[in-house]
């Protein structure tokens, strides 16, 4: 098992480099030429030959991309060049709300996508299944930019019932954990609390729709081919009756690949979030991203490329250990 | 691999599909007006008689330019996936059949790739390269070649191993032939069921992008980039964002019903 | 009670329209070793399964099952109470029978606990004590371990612990060493065997295999196509077969065959 771990991190190691040297081959993909910026337009051949090399940008490929790699590594991933602030707290500044957005979605999407993927598996070829499986089917082809304005439209719009962009109306509780359902706790601000979560609903509604399809899709194949399995059968025979079988057998061994559908949903939302944030007007990394690459604020673009790269890189190492601690099988094959 | 006949579920998506491509095919016959016909006398109208879809901004009429917008949308996600798709199975069944260190090398390769956030590069290749559909479908397309390429080697491991292919190469019968006469023809049902659902999601994903910005540029009526334009009406005229996002929606919905379909018609034992 | 003690009476099973079961008959008498033999095909293991009401889903039964005295066909929670507790069932495949992902002891012990109503001590002392009649050396080892540790033997082994487990009357055994080394198939044969003369059960065994008949049954039953086509006491059925399709069956017998080389010598 310890190889296992061992081999595992090894790979993580050797993606995050994988990551570093894309997003360096990126920016040196940019148009433009920074040894002009700094020269000057009427520079001439040898002002220009002087800026670069002042810059650095003579020498060889493999010596840039290990400084920018020990830049990398302490932390440094530039500084944007709209307001002047390293990269790295930007990010981390509007990191929580992302994080907030993102996790709510997740809990909602699973807690709608497991019951109803079991519920689709347990009553295949009847009605039940056909509409789970049709809805599935809908919610995995409707696009987030869709179904976000529509939502605005019907609960802000329409409903009134909802607010629309943002993520609070009223004044902000005391900054603890940046995330606001925390920090309006923290602080006893029960109104503010509800005006948080309202704010999240719509934003959330939609991306955990996006993912109660792909999940529902993803249990119900798992649990059908582990009620086929012949061990069910012995259970069964056994004489335990038909909810314990279902319960301590099937799903146990249904939902260990829900694991790695965790990691899919992750990287989806990570993705999504771009998207969201800037329908909601969500003060998160997604919006600010998007903001940054009409600004062609490029250190901003590809440290964000860096950074979500890597957090997904990680999760997905937690998610194959966690697959480790559910099949026993895995931890002796090593 | 005995295909089990049409179900419900494929006639249904090839109905869909079949209406978006004659869309796509048939725009000029179909649209009543021309897609970039400017008319400032009918700016943000409604829908109408005259306007099926209503109006944008600069009074052009929403309809024909879905209908128009049709091609370059479904144009990129099938690039997009001819490019994963295409590339995936040369190199999954050549290094499927290759074996060896050279298997081992590209497979490590193939994970590595597979590890990343695809759809975060791809947001940063395009920012860096500029906004244009072509970027954007070369971006997406050699970001999904890893998936197609572990389907392949895993089918063409698998299928190496079995007794027909094995008496083909005892007889002598070369790399090559083995390939084209025994392996692609066993691949195939499983590839084109994923790349009926990666229609869906190459569709989804490009428009997103262009959504942000970062693909179609106006005046092309690719429909991400239409509803991007009506995010700053969305509230008084509602019908700029709905009509072009229902035409997304709808030709996702059209592939991932075209997949499914599929794959009960050829494995009737899976009905996932 | 009088009368057998399973009575299948006419049973017909269709499967989405199919019928694969086209009227069977046959008895098990209580401790009597009963053979279902035939060809793949033949029916022998969706009758088995039928009795217990595990037959796949979609399937209809018409007919008469009656387990001493009680009819089944038509009462499906009959026949689910009775699983475990007065039928038990060893499947064929010691591979993908048991639970990957849980250890023996709780693949022993929660039917002896939810069904038997054992107390968590008791059942525990009675999965190892069955697994020790099953001449499983170390129960306490193989309880701690997963399906995947142990080989096909012993595993085949557990399962018919399991099926021992709560003492039924009738045990139903589907082709219980077809997946299984010739030299470990006559070893749980015996064990099976043993099993039921100490416990007083009765065993309906289906097999492909008429050696496994000849070795071990009271009574054999030769299924072909959804029918019975022959019964009667093992031995004598099988040295004098009365019906063309059961002669066939024995004729490939490498026993028989020898011994009628025998008697042909010169």
Redesign the interface.
């Known amino acids: 098992m310890a190889a296992f771990v061992l081999r595992r991190l090894g790979?993580l190691v050797?993606?995050v480099l994988?990551?570093t040297v894309?997003?360096f081959l990126?920016?040196q993909?940019?148009?433009g030429d920074p040894a002009r910026v700094v020269a000057g337009p009427r520079a001439d051949a040898q002002q220009l030959a002087k800026a670069r090399h002042q810059l650095g940008l003579d020498r060889p490929l493999p010596v840039r991309y290990a400084d920018y790699l020990g830049r990398v590594l302490h932390g440094d991933l530039g500084a944007s060049i709209v307001t002047g602030r390293p990269v790295l707290s930007e990010l981390a500044a509007r990191a929580p709300a992302t994080l907030e957005l993102m996790i709510s979605a997740l809990i909602v999407g699973v807690a709608g996508g497991v019951p109803l993927g079991v519920a689709a598996a347990l009553t295949?070829?009847r009605w039940p299944d056909r509409l789970i499986?049709a809805g599935s089917?809908?919610t995995?082809?409707?696009?987030?930019?869709?179904l976000g304005?529509?939502l605005?439209?019907v609960f802000y719009?329409a409903l009134q019932v909802l607010p629309g962009s943002g993520r609070l109306d009223l004044d902000p509780p005391p900054p603890v954990t940046g995330f606001l359902l925390i920090d309006t706790l923290l602080a006893g601000d029960v109104a503010a609390f509800g005006d948080a979560l309202a704010h999240l609903a719509i934003p959330v509604l939609t991306l955990a729709l996006l993912d109660v399809g792909a999940i529902a899709?993803l249990v119900?194949?798992q649990m059908?081919e582990v009620l086929g399995e012949d061990y069910i059968r012995t259970a069964r025979a056994t004489g335990l009756s038909e909810a314990t079988v279902i319960l301590r057998y099937a799903l146990r061994n249904g939902l260990t690949p829900l694991v790695t559908v965790l990691g899919l949903s992750i990287?989806q939302m990570?993705?999504g979030s771009?998207?969201i944030e800037?329908?909601f007007a969500w003060p998160g990394d997604g919006s600010y991203?998007?903001g940054a690459?009409?600004n062609l604020d490029?250190p901003v673009?590809?440290g964000?490329?860096l950074v979500?790269?890597v957090a997904?890189?990680v999760v997905?190492l937690g998610v194959d250990l966690t697959y480790l601690l559910l099949d026993p099988r895995i931890r002796e094959a090593g | 691999m005995s295909p089990r006949g049409l179900n419900p579920t494929l006639v249904a998506g090839l109905a869909i599909l079949g209406v978006v491509i004659g869309a796509a095919l048939f725009a000029g016959l179909l649209a009543p007006y021309d897609p970039n016909a400017i008319a400032p006398a009918q700016i943000l109208q409604p829908p109408s008689l005259r306007h099926v879809a209503g109006t944008d901004e600069l009074g052009r009429d929403m309809f024909s330019r879905i209908l128009y917008g049709a091609r370059p949308s479904l144009l990129v996600a099938v690039a997009i996936v001819a490019i994963a798709a295409t590339g995936g199975v040369i190199i999954g069944c050549a290094s499927g059949l290759a074996g060896g260190l050279a298997d081992t090398l590209v497979m490590r390769l193939v994970?590595?790739?597979m590890?990343?956030?695809g759809?975060?590069?791809a947001?940063?290749?395009a920012?860096?390269?500029?906004p244009s559909l072509v970027n954007l479908a070369l971006a997406l397309g050699v970001l999904g070649i890893p998936f197609y390429a572990r389907v392949a080697r895993a089918q063409t491991l698998s299928l190496r191993e079995r007794a027909f292919v094995r008496a083909a190469r005892a007889m002598g019968a070369s790399r090559w032939f083995i390939l084209r006469r025994h392996i692609v023809p066993n691949l195939a049902p499983t590839i084109v069921v994923f790349m009926s659902l990666g229609l869906?999601g190459a569709l989804?994903g490009a428009?997103?992008l262009s959504?942000?910005?970062?693909g179609a540029q106006p005046p092309m009526a690719e429909w991400?980039a239409l509803?991007?334009a009506?995010?700053s009406y969305?509230?008084d005229d509602?019908w700029y964002?709905?009509f072009p996002?229902?035409a997304?929606?709808l030709t996702?919905?059209g592939?991932?019903?075209l997949g499914?379909g599929l794959r009960d018609a050829l494995d009737p034992k899976a009905?996932? | 009670m009088s009368g057998p003690l399973l009575q299948l009476s006419g049973l017909r099973l269709a499967i989405e329209g199919r019928e694969i079961l086209r009227g069977v008959s046959l008895d098990v008498g209580a401790g009597e070793i009963v053979g279902v033999v035939g060809e793949s095909g033949s029916g022998k293991s969706l009758t088995a399964l039928s009795i217990l009401d595990l037959a796949p889903p979609g399937a209809s039964l018409a007919g008469s099952i009656r387990f001493e005295g009680r009819e089944l066909v038509g009462d499906p929670g009959a026949a689910r109470r009775l699983r475990g507790v007065a039928i038990g069932y060893v499947p064929q495949e010691p591979m993908t029978s048991l639970n990957p992902t849980l250890r023996i002891a709780q693949q022993l012990t929660w039917p002896a606990r939810l069904v038997g109503g054992l107390s968590r001590r008791d059942a525990h002392d009675r999965a190892a004590e069955t697994l020790r009649r099953m001449q499983i050396d170390d129960p306490e080892r193989v309880m701690r371990a997963y399906p995947f540790e142990l080989s096909g033997g012993q595993r085949q082994r557990v399962l018919i612990a399991q099926a021992f487990l709560l003492q039924p009357k009738l045990v139903i055994a589907d082709e219980p060493t077809t997946a299984l080394d010739v030299t470990v198939q006559a070893e749980v044969l015996a064990l099976l065997q043993a099993a039921a003369r100490d416990e007083g059960a009765a065993v309906l065994l289906i097999t492909h295999n008429m050696g496994v008949v000849w070795r071990v049954c009271d009574q054999v039953c030769v299924m072909r196509l959804g029918e019975v086509v022959e019964r009667g006491p093992a031995r004598a059925t099988l040295a004098a077969p009365a019906h063309p399709y059961t002669r066939g069956l024995c004729d490939a017998l490498p026993e028989r065959a020898a011994h009628r080389s025998r008697i042909l010598a010169p």
């Open positions: 790979f050797v993606v994988a990551v894309i997003t990126i920016a993909a940019i148009p295949r070829g499986r089917a809908l995995i082809s409707v696009p987030a930019f869709w304005p529509l605005i439209l719009g899709r119900r194949g059908i990287a990570l993705y771009v998207v800037s329908i991203v998007v690459i009409f490029f673009v590809l964000f490329a979500t790269s997904y890189v997905n | 994970e590595i790739v590890a990343l956030p759809l975060v590069i947001l940063a290749l920012a860096a390269l500029g869906s989804l428009s997103a959504f942000i910005g970062l991400g509803v991007n009506s995010r969305i509230l509602w964002a709905l996002g229902a997304v929606a996702s919905f592939f991932t019903l499914d009905g996932r």
